[in-house]
């Protein structure tokens, strides 16, 4: 009888964890899509993706708001949000956010759902300060995302930070650069939370940072075991391609070419990851088109582990 009430249990959990994780792709196949396998497809195409310029997509925890950055002809960078409500997505729409001065790109929501993050180059709070990129944020609260603030010092000590992600235990990472560097020299930096507070920002190594020109867009896993970011090669696919870097012990591996199945030879940048692990999302395009794609990200990690291994 004890047997059959663990096996009961077990079962009723795993049944559980499923039926969640079922729910989570099914509301991304609401958008039309089919699901992925290894071959790249392009993601809400004629929702999401469309003839703009698409690119940089977050999700909250729950995978029921989607933000991402759309660009439309001869306009400004824009961020538009969906949510789902009554198991129906809302049409895209500019983020309740929206700059009335200046414009806002590149969103990311946290691992743990309580901060939404975004790059804009609206006024600052302190209007001497010159004009810049920096970087902004919401609080989640019982009633939605609060009123956005920018991040302080010493992050609006750089004029420019883009493409900002976050870890579970709130590591920042994004890309600057010195004050006279061009941009095809900026590189990945972070800033490692300290009693709760961001004390300085810092170039990471040149096992990231060495290799190519326009390094920039990195994704850190949540757990901060794995980076994908995008940078020009002479010995890549084209324009910028997608690699992974791991982390094996605080030490990060050489970045490894996400392949030819991911890259062309157009441009593919700034990755994310769905919050399930599942599935990696992408830009891909050209200079004045560009759609957003997603890919089974698990076979395509478990391909390249292996292929480290052997």
């Known amino acids: 009888m004890k047997y059959l009430k663990t096996l009961f249990i077990l079962t009723f959990i795993l049944a559980f964890i499923t039926s969640c994780q079922d729910s989570k792709k099914s509301n991304l196949t609401l958008l039309g899509d089919q699901i992925p396998t290894d071959t790249p497809l392009v993601f809400g195409e004629g929702i999401i993706s469309t003839d703009s310029y698409e690119f940089a997509i977050t999700f909250t925890p729950e995978m029921d ?5 759309r660009r439309k002809p001869e306009e400004n960078n824009e961020i538009y949000a969906m949510k789902l409500v009554d198991g129906k ?3 895209p729409e500019p983020a309740f956010f929206t700059a009335t001065e200046g414009w806002d790109f ?3 929501i946290s691992p743990k ?6 790059g804009s180059i609206r006024p600052l709070n302190d209007t001497l300060k010159p004009p810049g990129l920096y970087q902004w944020y919401s609080r989640r609260e019982a009633n939605g995302w609060s009123t956005p603030i920018p991040l302080e010092k010493p992050f609006v000590d750089k004029s420019i930070i883009m493409y900002l992600t976050s870890s579970e235990n709130g590591n920042l990472y994004f890309t600057t650069g010195e004050k006279g560097d061009a941009p095809e020299d900026w590189v990945i930096y972070n800033s490692v939370m300290e009693d709760g507070q961001y004390k300085s920002i810092n170039r ?3 096992e990231i940072n060495s290799t190519g020109k326009w390094i920039a867009h990195s994704y850190i896993a949540p757990d901060e075991s794995y980076m994908i970011y995008d940078f020009k090669s002479d010995l890549g696919f084209g324009e910028s391609d997608l ?3 791991f982390n094996k012990n605080g030490t990060w591996t050489k970045p490894y070419n996400l392949g030819p199945k991911i890259n062309t030879d157009q441009t593919e940048m700034a990755a994310s990851v769905s919050p399930d692990g599942k599935y990696l999302f992408f830009h891909r395009g050209g200079d004045e088109h560009g759609d957003i794609y997603w890919v089974d990200f698990i076979q395509i990690k478990e391909r390249i582990e292996n292929e ?3």
């Open 65 to 69: 708001e989607i933000y991402f950055t």
């Open 89 to 91: 997505w809302s049409n």
């Open 106 to 108: 590149e969103p990311h």
């Open 113 to 118: 759902g309580d901060k939404l993050y975004f």
């Open 204 to 206: 990471m190594g040149n």
């Open 243 to 245: 690699y992974i870097s």
């Open 308 to 310: 480290i291994r052997s």
